[in-house]
């Protein structure tokens, strides 16, 4: 379906960021030039224009960008959907300037077990989690829990599922990809993975299971809609060609992003998506999710079903819950501790 016009704007706002999580090299990058405000603004408003729904401001930490509020407020104005994703270092602090403001919040959580997501983190974080939780709950907000699922910690799937029922918040499950191959998540967890996606608050994309289980994208056969679907911009306001973690352009955005995405070089990229000698065997998640819906097939009804039952919990089952009282309002931390004791003790 390439007649579609790209849905998601994955807007990289900055590449600083205050954790050093093991499967990401992004914190590596010595460019520590955030986005302007002004050029957000234009992109903004260039990419409305070409019917894109969603924007994603994303990093390295986006809330380390003084100015990511403003940016959301001027998105929403647009009629984007928005969705950012914290570490939530800061997110307790700065909650207030964002309420309201983002339609998909997700909060990285990897674990029950502080030390085991501090490590996986390299931050000392997970106290921040807690805390973000009962913040946001506080202010109404209705967070993700954005589990990314590693060999290391897969056995906490458990006690996360329980976790977010609990709070009557979403868990999506992330299987960990690299574009460098390193951090791979073993085939045979996909199966265990699979288990909890009927489970209430649970979200699992099965059509990225299926694309690693056939062994990625493949060049002579391309899944891969990255160009197709999504605009990807940096912060020193370039577009990046295909994708960020392959970018074989970086174009400085010096003209609309109609007129950008009508030159000759994006027609290129366009008939080069998933086919460059990279690309093969690539499952990179934030590109593929908007793929899958370039093509009707397996990938496309499989990602269709998830993310319907994504809605379905998240709008439907939380208020149910919430009217029976079923959502557990104590402290987040509380109940992390008092489910770790109740594992444990079960596994004894
Ligand atoms: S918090 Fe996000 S951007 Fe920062 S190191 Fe971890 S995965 Fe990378
Ligand atoms: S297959 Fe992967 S590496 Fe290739 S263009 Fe798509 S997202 Fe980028």
Redesign the pocket.
């Known amino acids: 379906m390439n007649f579609l016009p790209p849905i998601l704007l994955h807007y990289y706002i900055t590449y600083r960021?205050n954790?050093?999580?093991s499967?990401?090299d992004?914190?590596r990058s010595d460019n520590s030039e955030d986005a302007r405000l002004k050029d957000v603004i234009q992109n903004l408003q260039d990419a409305r224009k070409l019917r894109v729904r969603f924007v994603d401001f994303t990093?390295?930490?986006p809330l380390l960008h003084k100015d990511l509020p403003q940016m959301l407020t001027f998105a929403k104005k647009l009629g984007y959907q928005t969705s950012v994703t914290t570490?939530c270092k800061f997110y307790p602090k700065r909650a207030k300037e964002f309420k309201g403001k983002v339609d998909f919040l997700h909060f990285?959580l990897d674990s029950l077990i502080a030390e085991q997501h501090n490590k996986l983190?390299?931050a000392s974080v997970f106290n921040a989690v807690m805390e973000s939780i009962d913040v946001a709950r506080s202010l109404g907000e209705k967070p993700d829990l954005l589990f990314t699922i590693t060999n290391d910690n897969a056995e906490q799937l458990p006690l996360l599922t329980e976790f977010a029922k609990r709070c009557g918040l979403m868990l999506i499950v992330n299987p960990v990809f690299s574009h460098t191959s390193v951090h791979e998540l073993d085939i045979d967890l996909l199966d265990q993975i699979e288990r909890f996606r009927y489970k209430p608050y649970v979200y699992v994309n099965t059509a990225f299971h299926r694309l690693r289980r056939n062994g990625g994208n493949k060049i002579e056969n391309p899944r891969c809609r990255v160009v197709s679907s999504t605009i990807v911009i940096s912060p020193d306001n370039e577009l990046l060609l295909p994708c960020f973690h392959f970018a074989q352009k970086k174009k400085p955005i010096d003209r609309s992003l109609s007129e950008m995405r009508a030159e000759p070089i994006l027609r290129e990229f366009l008939a080069m998506q998933g086919r460059f000698e990279f690309c093969a065997g690539c499952t990179l998640n934030c590109y593929f999710d908007p793929s899958f819906l370039y093509r009707i097939d397996t990938y496309f009804f499989a990602s269709l079903f998830a993310k319907t039952k994504y809605v379905l919990d998240k709008k439907i089952r939380r208020s149910v819950d919430a009217v029976f009282g079923k959502s557990d309002r104590r402290p987040a931390a509380v109940i992390a501790q008092s489910l770790l004791m109740q594992f444990s003790s079960r596994n004894e």
Request: hydrophobic share 20%.
């Open positions: 960021c954790c050093r999580c499967f990401c992004i914190w990093g390295g930490e570490n990285s983190r390299g």
